[in-house]
């Protein structure tokens, strides 16, 4: 799986966040400990997981995070999917 510029630059984003975060800053983004883990979860899971183009979650903060830098989300069961973009929505829908 490649990513094409757009979505670097939006993963490139989550990565200084999350990285301002880990130094402390959490009151910045209005997220508590856990949040933030469950941020760094699911980036890491759209980062380095090629199998899977999209990631699960139930939480609404990780949503509404994600949601506000640009990614893909939809619903899904009783949470959301998180997409880095449309591109690979429709690449993952075309899989099935």
């Not at 800053?25 to 759209?46: G, K, S």
């Not at 973009?85 to 899989?95: A, I, Q, T």
Request: hydrophobic share 30%; net charge positive; with cysteine.
């Amino acid at each position: 799986m490649y990513f094409n510029d757009r979505e670097k630059r939006r993963l490139l984003k989550v990565k200084t966040k999350l990285g301002d975060m880990w130094e402390g800053n959490l009151r910045r983004y209005h997220v508590t400990p856990h949040t933030a883990r469950e941020i760094a979860n699911c980036y890491n899971a759209l980062v380095k997981a090629p199998e899977t183009l999209s990631r699960e979650t139930i939480s609404y903060d990780v949503k509404n995070f994600f949601g506000k830098n640009g990614f893909v989300v939809e619903n899904y069961g009783i949470g959301w999917k998180i997409y880095v973009s449309e591109r690979l929505r429709d690449e993952e829908r075309d899989r099935l």
